[in-house]
């Protein structure tokens, strides 16, 4: 219980230290217009409050990351403690935050759009589509899981196809809608509910005095099970999480004042990493320990898992309602995945999207080819999604580290954890079944020659970048914050 406790407190000391370390070398202009009044366009472009802001960028990162995770990673003992309290801090809410300030100063950039001006034009191209991967495979994985658990609530009276059928129509309608018509006006709610189930977990563990594991030397590594990637991986939303770079700039396009970005990235980041505790520590402490998890998760599936704790701690009604809270996560991460993707489609060819045909039109074959992969196994999926997702991190760290670099502050920030996950992506595909399949230790010589080549090259760059004074921010000089 302490190491459990003791991490919630640092997760939320984190905020209010490092956050402020961070928000100081980054520096965000309060007087500075955004992208929410520059580039106001009714559908993607509009100002919304910081409450509703944050809120829904809690929403969209959290999906099932912060739970199926940590309940799978509770399979490498108290350790996966440590990965989601300093992960959280130190990388993930740091790369949330450059992520979603880096697009404000551009205007609302996504992703490829940003590395291929601060990593080259190649990259721009080749994260580009790596990008609308990963959405595809979190729009689709946010399809099946939800439609589990929901056949799992009506004990299999209704088909998974009709939850499915749900499910993809309310994804269309969330991706061409503007997003103050349905993810404005629900997505807070949702988080509030998000955020009361978890806590009802949360105190529902402390109340029953649940036997939670403390870290320490005789179970720090749990049947000898590799830590290193598999860990790093296994648990990302929940401690860093490439899906976020995809989310963030959709509420860089709503922010009202960068002075808000600290709340609003950094620190939704942190609730993401408290809600990641709660699930990993109901995990380790109502399943007796890694071997009778391990045999449930072969049984009845994280899904079920969620269904058994939150039973089992809240009661048939309660948590009833805790399951929706569950259920309602990758169906709002599923749609900003989707709707991410068509934006970052129509800021690759420059298709203005105020018309509803044009968003139509990039929108439908997504959900197509969606459609198809709902019919491949859920694990493998899920395989590949860790890896795109956890490269994907690596990319967007990596332009944090050149934006801070070029304007000449503390790039460690972004650096050091980007040369760490460099190593975990690289060794993970080298090792992996889904990659070349070499020894691990193999991979983890080959991991590390690839990490020190990559890093040297981005210091080779990032030093000739810094003599061609390359502008750290859109011109919005003609333009006055109404705010």
Known sequence: MFT????????IVGYFTYGKVVERIFVPNAERTTPAYTKG????????????????????????????????????GPVAFLWIVFGCIFAGAVHDYLTGMISIRHGGAHLPALAGKFLGKVMKHVVNAFSILLLLLVGTVFVTSPADLLVDLVNGTVPAIVFIVIIFIYFILATILPIDKIIGNIYPYFGALLLISALGIGIGLIANQAAIPELSLTNFHPDNIPIFPLLFLTISCGALSGFHAT?????????????????????????????????????????DGPVSLNELINTIGTAGIVAEASTLMLGSVFGTLAILGVIILPITSGDTAFRSARMIIADYFNISQKKISSRLWIALPLFVVSVFLTTVDFTLLWRYFSWANQSTAVIALWVGSMYLFIAKRNYWIAVI??????????????????????????????????????????????????????????????WKNPA
């Open 417 to 478: 954890p980007g040369i760490f996950m460099t190593m975990a992506c690289a060794t993970y595909i080298l090792n992996a079944p889904i990659g070349l399949g070499l020894s691990m230790s193999t991979s983890y010589l080959i991991g590390a020659i690839i990490t020190i080549l990559i890093t040297a090259l981005f210091f080779k760059a990032a030093n000739k970048a810094r003599g061609q004074n390359i502008p750290l921010e859109e011109d919005v000089s003609d």
């Open 41 to 76: 366009d009714g559908v993607d472009y509009l100002p919304m409050s910081t409450k509703k802001n944050s809120l829904i960028q809690l929403i969209s990162i959290a999906g099932i990351g912060p739970i199926f995770g940590p309940i799978m990673g509770a399979l490498y």
């Open 4 to 11: 459990f406790l003791g991490g919630i407190v640092l997760l």
């Open 247 to 287: 989310q963030s700039p959709i509420i860089s396009r709503t922010t009202q004042n960068e002075n808000q970005g600290r709340k609003i990235f950094y620190g939704m980041m942190i609730a993401e990493g408290i809600i990641a505790m709660i699930w990993a520590a109901a995990a380790m402490s109502l399943f």
